[in-house]
Every structure is written in C-alpha cells, then in structure tokens.
C-alpha cells in the first residue's frame, strides 16, 4: 500500500434552489480502523478537500435534513468523491397521505413592539421563487415579523414564523396524529443547524456551525438564522461568556426587528445563567414591553424553560408563553396552531378555519417514485383586489357573543392534574368542533358557541358529576351573552350545580 498521499475534493449533494456555500449537511471520512480523518461542514457547490493515502479505500457518511444520505466508499488517489443520497428512503408520502392534498398559504404581517396585531398581506406577497417551481418567497421587512399560514382540508391551520426573502415550501411529517404539513426553508445554513439540534444530532450540530462566519461586528450584512442558531448552540453547550459577548456585538436596531423575540429568549437566558435577579427581571420586563414570537422552536424552549424554573412566575408571563408552547409544533421554525397568529390555540374549532382574504391555493401529491411535489396556483398581481378582512366580516353583520366555560384550579399539582382530565373528558365528550385553550398552566377556557345539544347535556353532566360533585379545588365561571355566572361549589353566590345544564341553553334563539 503507498504512502503517498493526494487530495479529493468532496462534493456536497445537490439540494435544489440551493446558493452557493450554503451548509446543507455535515459529513466525515473514516480509515479502515474506523477512525474519523476529517469532519467538515457540506457546502453547496463548494467542494471541501481531504488528503488521502493513495489505493486506501476510506469510508465517507454524513447527515442532511433535506436529502438522505447513504454511506460511500471513497478511493485515496480519486480527484472527486460525492456524498451519494438515498433515493430508496428519499421523502415520500405515507400511506394515509399518499392521495394529494391541497390547502391554502397566506402571509400575515406581525406587529411592531406590539402596537398593531397581525395583518394579512395580499397573495401576491407570497412570490414564486426564481431557482424552484415548487417554492416561495415571503416578501416583507426587518422590521415586522412574519408568519406563514397553512390551512384548508380537515387540518386546523398553523402558522410559521419565517425570515422575510428566504424560499420556503412544504414537506409532509409524520406524526402520531397523523401526517401534518411543516414548512421549512429550501435551503439555509441556519436551519440546517437548528434541525440538527431538534433531531438530537449534536455532532453534526458542532459540525455545522463551523462554518459560521463569525460575529455581526466582522462581517457586513444583517443578522441571519444562521447567528441565532449557533447562538442557541452556545447555550445548549453553557456557554454564557459567548452568548454574552454575540448579544452585546450586535448593533444596536434602529427599531422594530423580526428577531427581537429570539434576542429577548437569549437575553433572558444569559441573565439567569449569570444568576442576577435585578438582570433577570430586566430582561423580562423588555421582553413583556415589546413583546414578540421568537422566531425559532429554540426560542419559546429557553422562555419556556425559564418560566418553570420559577418559583412564582409573573401571571403576566405565563399569558404570554403558556399558550403558545401549548399550542407549538416540533419544528426548527416556531410553529403553531392558530386561527391567525396572534391567537395559538391548542385547536381551532371549524367555524374558524376559513381563510383570512384572497390565499394562495397550493396542491401536494405524489411525484413518481421519488417524492411529492408542491404545486402553487398561478402568482396573482399586485393590481388583482384584495379587500381587507375587517371589511368583509363588516358585511356579514356582528357576531354573537360566545358561551365558554374557564376553569380555574387550584395551587397543588394534583389540582392541576384534575384540571387536565377535565380537559381531557370535555374533548371525549363530543364537543369536536370547539377547542381548549390553555391560557395559564392553571386554567383552561372552552368555547362552547355551536357544539350541538347532545354533547352540551354530556358536558353538563361531567361538571356537575365530576367536577363540582367531588368537590375538586377551584372555580367554574360559565359565561353567556347575558354576562358571567360563577359555578364554585364553595361559593355562597353560587347556583345549584343541577342548574348548570339550563345554564348552558339560556339566551339561545
């Protein structure tokens, strides 16, 4: 066998609509005694080279979250060697979802430091992306956040926070409630990284962010996903001094930015790890002032994280993030079900799943043997009408109060717990088409606005029975167009419990 060595360059694989130097993967090279030679970030169409002995046979495996990658063998002495995919485990429909799908996109605008609300944008905002048919490009400023919503079929809509210019499209998950549609960029280095970490990969993970290009201050251009992810790498390492240092680099916005909710969840972060409550407290109470969804799945973890980790967390904090992690999806980018993005929700009962205004109609099906393939409607033009949705519900004349149970526990655990299978019982009971909302770790609110009589009476009776008929901690309040009636069975105000079914039916038409 020769000593001698020479260099191959390793071919990343190819990833479509990827740019140049994007980080599509990671990958390493191993001798014949299993030893890593080299372990390096895959860069599209930027070759990485390796010396390797000439006539030794190498073996070259690596990850991806865009195509699967099998294991090569690599001869020393080869000019090129290619990361090979897998085209017999390439993405492809279940068999549940292998007939198309077809639904609806449309793009909302978020607020500014929680002056507005959201507000959908016309189609013609959600732009085809030039290098892919099968993508597109959520057009909008730095300034607002912006959120992708996906709905139609029997699927309760999501919404997905996404980076304004970045291609995106649609790729079916598995799930255990079945298969569910997750937006993802086409191709970006920071999502590569952020996938890594939620898959648990956190070899490739380090391997990924080595191609970071270094701090804001070193480089010219904006912050990327690619920063946010190493910086939410660092914390995953305990690395405060680094996060620290990345926070105070940046420069200072001249206003509103789309990732101030991930700067918030970083800064909160860093202040904790530090243990300094008087910073702590700061950096939450910025965070509340101008509040705002992080952009990543990261993000709401390290909120989320924080807020248990209190003793006595502020009510106002808990309103903030409760329901959103408890309406999240495991996604890289922050997704959640919502009937629009200011409102996650645990479920989205059908009267409020009909699209915002004019959306982009999509279709998702099967191509050949190698996948699916998203097919977008025709781009509308800027000149097509567009009329705003408040105008529209104007004309459909005022809606009617809703009826809604809050349940509100009590302080222990176990009330808690009791709170949950109360939940639980209500969704068995056959109110399918309301939802749960969990506002606080320690109160659930039902709609109860078009649930057919049946499933009213069975309602009725789990409260009367099972909760106020054990006397569990806490208190029912029963809200109807007329105004609130206090449900407590320790309460001297409160009715008899057998009066809650006439309750439920009182000032119906």
Request: glycine share 8%; proline share 10%; charged share 25%.
């Amino acid at each position: 066998m020769s000593s001698r060595t020479e260099r191959t360059a390793v071919l990343a694989p190819t990833v479509p609509a990827a740019s140049m130097g994007t980080v599509v993967g990671a990958a390493e090279i191993l001798d014949r005694r299993n030893r890593v030679l080299d372990r390096f970030p895959l860069r599209a169409d930027r070759p990485h080279t390796v010396e390797l002995r000439v006539g030794e046979r190498f073996l070259l495996r690596g990850w991806s979250p865009y195509v699967p990658l099998c294991r090569t063998l690599v001869t020393g002495g080869d000019p090129t060697a290619h990361v090979a995919t897998d085209a017999t485990l390439e993405t492809r429909p279940s068999d549940r979802g292998r007939r198309s799908t077809s639904g609806w996109l449309c793009l909302w605008q978020g607020p500014r430091s929680g002056v507005d609300g959201w507000v959908p944008l016309p189609p013609s905002a959600l732009r085809d992306a030039e290098a892919d048919a099968t993508a597109f490009v959520p057009i909008g400023t730095v300034e607002s956040p912006l959120a992708v919503q996906v709905g139609g079929g029997r699927r309760a809509p999501a919404c997905t926070l996404v980076a304004p210019g970045v291609p995106v499209t649609l790729d079916p998950v598995e799930g255990l409630a079945g298969t569910r549609l997750a937006l993802r960029p086409v191709a970006d280095s920071g999502y590569t990284l952020l996938e890594a970490m939620r898959r648990g990969e956190s070899l490739w993970a380090r391997t990924v962010a080595q191609a970071w290009p270094g701090p804001l201050a070193a480089r010219a251009g904006e912050s990327t996903l690619f920063d946010l992810a190493v910086a939410y790498l660092r914390c995953r390492q305990g690395d405060v001094d680094w996060v620290d240092d990345w926070l105070s680099s940046r420069p200072e916005p001249g206003g509103p930015q789309a990732d101030a909710g991930d700067i918030a969840a970083l800064s909160v972060w860093a202040a904790r790890r530090r243990g300094r409550r008087v910073s702590h407290e700061a950096a939450w109470g910025e965070a509340l002032d101008h509040w705002a969804f992080p952009l990543t799945g990261e993000g709401l973890d390290l909120l989320y994280e924080d807020l248990i980790r209190q003793p006595e967390p502020s009510r106002h904090i808990e309103e903030r993030v409760m329901p959103l992690m408890a309406a999240a999806h495991p996604s890289a980018l922050l997704t959640y079900t919502a009937p629009e993005p200011g409102e996650p929700r645990v479920s989205v009962r059908q009267g409020d799943r009909s699209p915002p205004g004019p959306v982009r109609s999509f279709r998702l099906g099967p191509q050949d043997d190698s996948g699916v393939r998203l097919t977008l409607q025709r781009s509308p033009t800027p000149a097509e009408s567009w009329e705003p949705p408040m105008m529209v519900a104007a004309q459909e004349g005022p809606r009617r109060t809703e009826y809604h149970l809050s349940v509100r526990c009590g302080p222990r655990r176990v009330d808690r717990d009791l709170m949950w299978e109360l939940a639980r019982l209500i969704m068995d009971a056959g109110v399918h088409d309301g939802e749960l909302r969990f506002t606080t770790p320690d109160q659930v609110v039902v709609p109860l606005t078009g649930v057919p009589d049946p499933a009213r009476d069975r309602l009725a009776r789990i409260v009367e029975e099972w909760w106020i008929g054990a006397h569990h901690v806490g208190t029912l309040t029963l809200t109807t167009p007329t105004g609130s009636v206090l449900l407590d069975h320790d309460s001297a105000d409160a009715p008899d419990p057998r009066a809650f079914a006439e309750l439920v039916h009182a000032d119906e038409d």
